[in-house]
C-alpha cells in the first residue's frame, strides 16, 4: 500500500508523514518511509549540472516577479519525470499489493507535476499520461494551505507562481482515486488527528 502526502510549501507534508510512519508502526504495520526526491533520476540530473540548468529562473530582477520554465526546461523534465517512472515502479511493488507493507510518501508525483501550469491544455494532456503509468497511491493526503498563507510562509517563489501552483493541485487531485482527502490547514495536532481516523477506517 501507498499513503502519500501532498501540498504547498509550508503545509506540513514532512511533519504528517513522518507521525503517519509512528502511528502505523506502533499499529503493527510493516511500515517504510521516502521522499520521492531520493528515487528521482531527475534530482540526480540536477544535482550534477551546473546552477540554474533545468531549474526555475527568476524574472523579479526583470520587475516581473514571477518564476517561469522555458520551454526546453519543460521538455527536458517532462522526459526525465517519465524515465523515472521505471524506477517508481520498481521501488513501490513490494508495497501495491499489500496492507500489510506499507510505504509512506513525504512528497509524491503529484508535487511534482504540480510545479507545470495546469491551466494549459497541453500540460493537462501531459500530466493526464503521466499519471495513467504511473504507479498509483492507495491514499493521498493533500494538506490544503491556502497559497497566501503558504506565500507568506515561504516566500522564495512569487505570490502568482504559488497560486497556479494551488491550482494545479486541485486539478491533480481531482485525477486521484477514490481515497484521495484534502484535509484544510491546522494545527499539526488537529490535522493528524483527522488522517489518523481516516487510516483506521479505511485499513
Not at 88 to 102: D, M, P, Q, V
Amino acid at each position: 500500500m501507498i499513503i502519500a502526502f501532498s501540498g504547498l510549501d509550508g503545509s506540513g507534508k514532512s511533519t504528517h508523514a513522518k507521525h503517519t510512519f509512528e502511528f502505523l508502526k506502533k499499529k503493527g504495520y510493516n511500515v517504510k518511509m521516502n521522499h520521492i526526491v531520493n528515487l528521482s533520476l531527475f534530482n540526480i540530473f540536477l544535482r550534477t549540472v551546473k546552477e540554474g540548468s533545468l531549474k526555475y529562473e527568476s524574472k523579479k530582477e526583470a520587475g516581473e516577479g514571477r518564476e517561469y520554465l522555458k520551454p526546453y526546461h519543460v521538455i527536458g523534465r517532462m522526459i526525465l519525470f517519465f524515465i523515472d517512472l521505471i524506477v517508481y515502479h520498481a521501488y513501490t511493488l513490494r508495497y501495491r499489493f499489500s496492507k500489510k507493507k506499507i510505504i509512506v510518501f513525504d512528497r509524491y508525483l503529484y508535487d511534482k507535476l504540480a510545479n507545470f501550469n495546469h491551466k494549459k491544455w497541453a500540460i493537462k494532456f501531459y500530466s493526464s499520461i503521466f499519471l495513467f503509468f504511473a504507479p498509483r497511491s492507495d491514499i493521498v493526503f493533500f494538506i490544503d494551505r491556502s497559497a497566501e498563507d503558504s506565500y507568506k510562509k515561504k516566500p522564495e517563489y512569487s505570490k502568482e507562481f504559488t497560486e497556479q501552483k494551488y491550482d494545479s493541485y486541485n486539478w491533480l487531485m481531482g485525477k486521484g482515486r477514490k481515497n484521495s482527502f484534502s484535509i484544510r490547514f491546522g494545527s499539526i495536532e488537529e490535522v493528524q488527528e483527522r488522517i489518523n481516523g481516516l487510516l483506521s477506517r479505511i485499513l
